[in-house]
C-alpha cells in the first residue's frame, strides 16, 4: 500500500466522513492518515473572537496541532459560516503566513456556482452607451474571481464530488519536489551536511536550515533543489 496523507477544514464535524474516506482509500490500496482541522465552528471558541474566525489564533493552533505533518493535500470548506472568512481567504492567509505552502489545495462547497454568481450579479452595472446600455462588471467582482484561481488551488468542485476527487487525486498524483525534500530533511533537522556542493553557501547547512530556505520560498532554494538533484543523479550513474 501506498502511504497518503490528507487534511478536511470545514466548520462541521467531518468524523463519519473520514471513516468512509479511509475506509475507501484502503480498498484502493492507500494507506490515508486523514485530519480534520474544525474552523468557524462555535464548540471550537479557542479559535474565535467575538463569535469571529481569528486568523492569528487559526494560524497558531494550526501550526501546534500539525507541527511536523506535511500533507499529501488539503480540502478547504469554502463556507465557514463566517461573514469575512471564507475557504479561499483561509488559504490566502495560510500562504502569506507560510502555513502548508506545498500542500496541493481543493476547495470545495454545496453552492459554489451560486458564490460566483451572486459575486457577478453583486457587482454588474449598466452604463449608458450611444446604442443603450451595456453591461460592465467592476474591478471588485474581478478582483474576487481572481481569488478563486489563485493560492495553489488545482480545483474547485461541489462538496459531493470532494472525496472522490481526493481519492483520484491521491492515487494519481505525486508529491512536490519541494515537499519530499522537505519531509527528508526534518526528519533529521540537526544532521549537517558535508562540504560536498558546488556552491559554498549550503556547505555547513543542517538539514533544518536547508528545509527553511525550502518551506520559506528563499531565492535560492531553486539552487539547492538543482544541486541536491545533480548530485543524486552523479552519485547513481555508472562510473565509467
Avoid at 545533480?230 to 552519485?235: D, F, L, R
Wanted: glycine share 4%; hydrophobic share 40%.
Amino acid at each position: 500500500m501506498i502511504k497518503r496523507s490528507c487534511l478536511i477544514i470545514d466548520n462541521e464535524d467531518q468524523i463519519e466522513e473520514i471513516e468512509k474516506l479511509v475506509r475507501d482509500a484502503k480498498h484502493q490500496g492507500i494507506e490515508l492518515d486523514c485530519h480534520q482541522f474544525n474552523v468557524g465552528n462555535t464548540a471550537y471558541s479557542d479559535i474565535l473572537s467575538g463569535g469571529y474566525i481569528d486568523i492569528d489564533k487559526v494560524c497558531q493552533e494550526f501550526r501546534k496541532k500539525f507541527k511536523g505533518i506535511y500533507f499529501d493535500i488539503i480540502a478547504f470548506d469554502w463556507d465557514l459560516e463566517d461573514d469575512n472568512i471564507n475557504g479561499v481567504e483561509l488559504i490566502r492567509q495560510f500562504t502569506s503566513k507560510k502555513i502548508a505552502r506545498y500542500s496541493p489545495k481543493i476547495v470545495y462547497s454545496g453552492v459554489l456556482d451560486d458564490v460566483i454568481k451572486d459575486i457577478i450579479q453583486e457587482n454588474l452595472e449598466l452604463v449608458k452607451v450611444e446604442e443603450g446600455f451595456k453591461p460592465i462588471i467592476k474591478d471588485k467582482a474581478i478582483t474576487k474571481i481572481k481569488s478563486l484561481v489563485r493560492n495553489r488551488v488545482f480545483d474547485y468542485l461541489d462538496r459531493g464530488n470532494r472525496d472522490p476527487m481526493i481519492l483520484k487525486f491521491l492515487s494519481e498524483e505525486i508529491q512536490s519536489t519541494e515537499l519530499i525534500i522537505v519531509q527528508v530533511l526534518e526528519q533529521y533537522p540537526d544532521l549537517i551536511f558535508e562540504n560536498n556542493f558546488v556552491n559554498a553557501k549550503f556547505n555547513g547547512k543542517t538539514f533544518q536550515e536547508l528545509a527553511d530556505f525550502l518551506k520559506n520560498n528563499d531565492p535560492i532554494a531553486n539552487e539547492f533543489k538543482r544541486e541536491i538533484i545533480q548530485q543524486v543523479v552523479s552519485y547513481l550513474t555508472e562510473k565509467i
